[in-house]
């Protein structure tokens, strides 16, 4: 067994706090990361914390992993010592169903393995995520990061970026579009990000005036508070889409109202309590849709790294040692922080 050592949880009460652990010894078709960076996304605090009700401790969180090869299994041909590698959400799946197979590996129907908090296929036991020294991952669910994007900033693409990009692309937003952002955090930052890059005509909602400098600054042409009603009302039947990012439960039938005659609104926040129910006239009256998202495949993964690449598109950062991830979490509930901790995995030495 290969030894590793990182932060996670014991218990739903409990901060997190240093672990030795121990990870699978590589296999033919593995390949073995010394992680680098790992972004902090806010499912990392659901999970530890048990707000979605399917932790099993201990768990070691972290989704977004950027690291090097240090070694690969006999059948691995794509990967080679040293090179600059990422780890997104997913670590494997059933490969074969009709998911699967269209490479949509986080539909999985037999259900897709966790990088953290999941159940392994093959060896058993919990996967353990990215706070920690190491990892082994199938060869087939590791992505190439481009040379030219700071490895640091692009670790939350390996879950902001693609839970963004998915939707975006599943959509067709492209130029010529007016498409809305709600929220502007970890997530909704990304959005802004790619759907300007994308060539279209970005509008951020958020309930904060004081963010609309920063907003135009990553990229919107527009900002709305969605607070204010008329600015609201000014928008209406007017959205070829609108992307909703906001984690915590809110009123959806005001962004509803905003998109044009057969458009969509598409979740991908998360909330660990369920949105108050639309108006279905809000739907029915002009054939909206309303649909939810979930991160994306790994060809698309590397496809949305690729166009990061070739736009020079990175996160948002703020770096953190590891000793201060639970400060980290206070912080990340606060919105305190613009717009992703990457914790320096250097410093778990420390």
Same mark, same amino acid.
């Given at each position: ?100 197979? /269209? ?6 129907? &037999?259900?897709? #393995?966790?990088?953290? !908090?999941? $159940? %392994? *296929? ?90 609309? /400098? ?6 919107? &042409?527009?900002? #709305?508070?969605?607070? !204010?009603? $008329? %600015? *609201? ?12 990012t906001v984690a915590a439960p809110h009123a959806l039938d005001p962004f509803l109202e905003l998109l044009k005659r057969d458009s969509t609104m598409t979740l991908v926040g998360a909330p660990a309590t369920p949105h108050p129910s639309t108006q279905v006239f809000n739907l029915i009256m ?46 990340m509930l606060r919105s305190d922080v613009k717009y992703r901790f990457v914790i320096d995995m250097a410093t778990l030495k420390q």
């Open positions: 067994m290969l030894a590793s050592s990182g932060y996670g949880a014991t218990s739903a009460r409990e901060p997190l706090s240093k672990l030795d652990f121990t990870r699978r010894d590589p296999g033919p078709d593995d390949v073995q990361i010394d992680i680098l960076y790992c972004g902090v996304c806010h499912s990392d605090l659901h999970t530890a914390r048990n707000e979605w009700g399917n932790t099993v401790y201990p768990v070691v969180p972290g989704h977004e992993i950027i690291g090097r090869v240090v070694a690969t299994g006999d059948k691995v041909s794509r990967f080679k010592q040293g090179d600059l590698v990422g780890v997104g959400c997913m670590v494997d799946s059933c490969m074969h169903c009709h998911a699967c197979a /269209e490479g949509l590996e986080q539909y999985c129907e &037999n259900g897709f #393995v966790g990088t953290y !908090n999941g $159940e %392994e *296929m093959h060896s058993g036991g919990m996967t353990y995520g990215g706070y920690s020294s190491n990892i082994v991952v199938r060869d087939c669910f590791v992505l190439r990061i481009p040379k030219n994007l700071d490895p640091a900033a692009a670790a939350p693409l390996l879950c902001a970026g693609i839970t963004t990009w998915s939707p975006l692309k599943q959509w067709q937003v492209g130029q010529g579009h007016k498409v809305g952002i709600v929220g502007l955090g970890g997530l909704g930052h990304m959005g802004i990000k790619l759907a300007h890059a994308l060539g279209a005509h970005v509008v951020l909602f958020t309930t904060s005036p004081g963010k609309r /400098e920063d907003a135009l600054r990553l990229g919107a &042409n527009d900002v #709305v508070v969605s607070k !204010n009603a $008329e %600015e *609201m009302k000014a928008h209406r039947n007017s959205f070829d889409f609108i992307l909703n002009k054939r909206r849709r309303l649909a939810g998202s979930l991160i994306g495949g790994i060809a698309e993964t590397q496809e949305m790294l690729d166009f990061c690449g070739d736009h020079g598109i990175v996160s948002d950062i703020e770096m953190i040692r590891i000793q201060d991830i639970n400060e980290a979490y206070e912080r």
